[in-house]
């Protein structure tokens, strides 16, 4: 049997802010020994079940910092994870060096563009953060969303913009999730590669599965003829997306 390898995005898709917990869920990431992010029962007690059986590759624009906050069951560390919107591979935990390099090396050549629009985002209003995120990418964060959306400048910059609610995401061409799984398919060319994500900053990681897991609203954009399977409305997404890697198995 091929080696299943479930590469998921993680706020959002698997875990949830403490503004959506509901009774039950369990809490993966404390800040400050404030909770913050929560998984529901089934879906961790499904990943726990699964954790031995299946590759699982957590894969988010979290810096490597963020991303090592989550405690998984057990406090198992996953084999592999991508931080950094794809830009960082973790073995073990520990830092790829010869990933780094590669992504570096795509970063570096849009540094520029990045440090030119970072003091002109800064000067927004309602603006909290601006900063570049392990030297790969421009962050910004505003009060809301209203005045995220309000930046003038969409197609005005060589970077890939993403808009998520109150927050800018730059990014340089070459680091997103769907250049991960490719550089990841290469090493592990027999596996079968589930992804699940939420969000448009996702979409090229779902077309570079062999089969994509989406939410049961959003990525409306998704084209058609890829393999995928869509939540129902009445399950919760991470309960779906480990429910669907335990019924591959079988």
């Not at 020994?33 to 499904?46: D, G, N, S, V």
């Not at 057990?74 to 973790?90: R, S, W």
């Not at 060589?158 to 680091?175: A, D, E, N, T, W």
């Amino acid at each position: 049997m091929r080696q299943l390898l479930l590469v998921c995005d993680l706020d959002n898709t698997v875990l949830y802010s403490y503004h959506q917990k509901q009774p039950g869920d369990v809490c993966v990431e404390r800040v400050e020994e404030r909770e913050q992010r929560f998984m529901p029962l089934k879906a961790f007690r499904l990943l726990d079940a699964l954790w031995d059986k299946i590759c699982f590759v957590p894969v988010t624009t979290r810096s490597m910092e963020q991303y090592q906050r989550i405690q998984w069951p057990k406090k198992q560390v996953p084999e592999l994870a991508f931080t950094d919107n794809g830009a960082v591979l973790l073995r073990n935990g520990h830092p790829d060096a010869e990933w780094a390099r590669h992504s570096r090396s795509l970063a570096q050549k849009y540094t520029p563009a990045m440090r030119e629009i970072q003091p002109v985002l800064s000067s927004r209003d309602g603006i909290i953060s601006c900063r570049m995120v392990d030297g790969l990418f421009l962050y910004a964060h505003f009060r809301t969303e209203e005045a995220a959306a309000a930046w003038p400048y969409w197609n005005q910059t060589v970077l890939r913009l993403y808009h998520s609610g109150r927050k800018l995401y730059f990014l340089p061409p070459g680091i997103d999730k769907g250049a991960a799984v490719k550089r990841l398919r290469i090493e592990r060319e027999q596996s079968l590669i589930v992804c699940a994500g939420d969000s448009e900053m996702d979409v090229t990681m779902l077309e570079s599965a062999d089969l994509a897991l989406l939410p049961a609203e959003g990525i409306p954009s998704f084209p058609s003829g890829r393999a995928c399977c869509r939540c129902p409305a009445s399950v919760s997404f991470p309960e779906f997306v480990f429910s669907c890697a335990q019924s591959l198995l079988k």
